[in-house]
């Protein structure tokens, strides 16, 4: 099996702005268009077309989306699936938004921060419209925050905002945050779609945002949903920023067959296909009637061990598995070698926070034999391994740890459900093991937050860390970002050797669009807001 590794991987270090304006990130991978020499593979990072049409974009048309999986919660503050996010970012906006590292102007126009970091003044642009037609107050952004913070919404990023004391509508187009201490990751944390403000009015009519329900301020408004089928948003014709969307619509359709959806792009059935399955994109980058984009990764994969139960709660037992997978054959057998293998936290070398040096290398499967001893299983014991059934490469690592953790002893059963199903029983906590994977975020405070404090919305098995925990609340208010690095690199340490996830590896996202699809302009934050700027060339 040949192995694929990133040429380039995004570094994002966001720290929060001190007055009005933006704040600057990491540097954005490079574009470059050319072979990596890897192999004869094209590698290398591309995030943007290369060249463009003369004149300005059309505008018109509706652009075909096809994606594996439909989201089961598309409320904004609840959601927690990629797709979730894909669809949400072009419905809902926030009051900043984050593009390649830099904070940038949404709802609010501008923005000031008191000199001691612990009140930040949002002014709301005055011709922001929600798709009711109603207007977008300093009212909204009140509700919206604390409708996060209510325990009642069970958004899982709610304690990322825990540092937000109050909100103040001082006016329609004043809205006035105070903090309890300076947060380093307060903007980037507003620029998420998870922090979308969304329509007080609507939320309390309809009682909820899932299902058919549009509370948004976006570029595209919803126009109709056939639940796993197929999302149409329409063209929000009173969008703040001028001359956007170009497009009339997306018309989003999912498909968990790989075949199919790689069939559909190159029949030219749908114009833009969301990441194809690994064992096609060589074929699809070849194919001179499309156009690819990507390269670098934004879904962090994992093996997550439920540490409510027994034996999982024993970290000499989580240390055994941690050393006997070999995360590079993971990533070979699973993904096509497309991503890089992941040797020792939750974020990828390269990225801001991140242990540059590997903790764990070759299985040690000696090592984790006598680990598993002293926990008292010298022979092993049975175990459950839960995965989602439609997602093949997820399928594939499963099959891959099962083997491998064979070799320790450990006696794995997979179990094959459906995405709402372990969706639920992950939530309860009704797992052993769990195939799964998070998408990387912004700033690492948002994921380290939600996924692995206590009582985090995202941390399944509720694993819980002092330490850990004290080093990534004190980073969150560290604003030297040298200095607030360091402490994520010590978190990252004790995520590696004791924490609830066996890292495996990070994919290498591509989309693959029609030759007529002009202004992709990608973000490997990651972020999927550009959609706006995406026009047809017909």
Known sequence: MRTRLLTRVLAVGVVAALAAGCSGGGEPPSTDTGDSGNDGLMASVRLEDEAQPAGSPKSGGRLRIM?????????????????????????????????????????????????DGLTITFTLRDNAYFHSGRKVTAADVKYSIERIKDPATRAPRARSYEGITSVEAVDERTAVFTLAKPNAAILTLLSTAASSVVDKSVVDAEGGLNGDVDGGSGPFKLASR?????????????????????????D??????????????????????????????????????????????????????????????????????????????????????????????????????????????????????????????????EAKLMVIATSAFQVRSAEVEQQQLAKIGIRVTIESVESTIADTRTKSGDFDMYQSGFGLTYDPDERFTASFLANGGLNYGNWSDPEYENLVVQARSELDKDKRAALY??????????????????????????????????????????????????
């Open 252 to 381: 989003f359709s999912f498909n968990p067959d790989d075949n199919a959806r790689a069939a559909a792009v190159r029949s030219g059935t749908v114009d833009f296909l969301w990441r194809p399955a690994p064992e096609f994109i060589d074929a699809l980058k070849r194919d001179e009637a499309l156009k690819w984009y990507g390269g670098s990764g934004s879904l962090s994969l994992h093996l997550r061990l439920n540490t409510s139960k027994a034996p999982y709660d024993d970290v000499k037992v989580r240390q055994a598995i941690f050393l006997a997978l070999d995360r590079q054959e993971i990533l070979n057998v699973a993904n096509s070698g497309f991503g890089t293998a992941l040797n020792a936290g939750y974020l990828p070398p390269d990225r801001f926070g991140a242990l540059t040096e590997p903790v764990y290398g070759q299985p040690d499967i000696e090592k984790a034999k006598t680990l598993l001893t002293e926990a008292g299983y010298p022979d092993g014991f």
């Open 489 to 538: 690199q010590q978190a990252e340490k004790i995520l590696a050797e004791r924490g609830p996830v066996a890292m495996t590896f990070l994919n290498a996202d591509y989309d693959v669009v029609q030759k007529d699809v002009m202004g992709y302009r990608g973000d490997a934050t990651p972020t999927y807001r550009f959609y706006r700027n995406i026009w047809l060339d017909r």
């Open 67 to 115: 994606i594996r999986l439909d989201a089961n919660e598309l409320d904004p503050h609840k959601m927690s699936e990629t797709s979730a996010f894909v669809i949400n970012e072009q419905i809902y906006e926030s009051l900043v938004q984050s593009y390649r590292g830099e904070i940038k102007p949404a709802i609010a126009e501008s923005w000031e921060q008191s000199a």
């Open 226 to 250: 056939v639940t796993g089928q197929a999302i149409k948003l329409d063209k929000h014709d009173r969008y703040w920023e001028s001359g956007v969307p170009y497009l009339d619509g997306l």
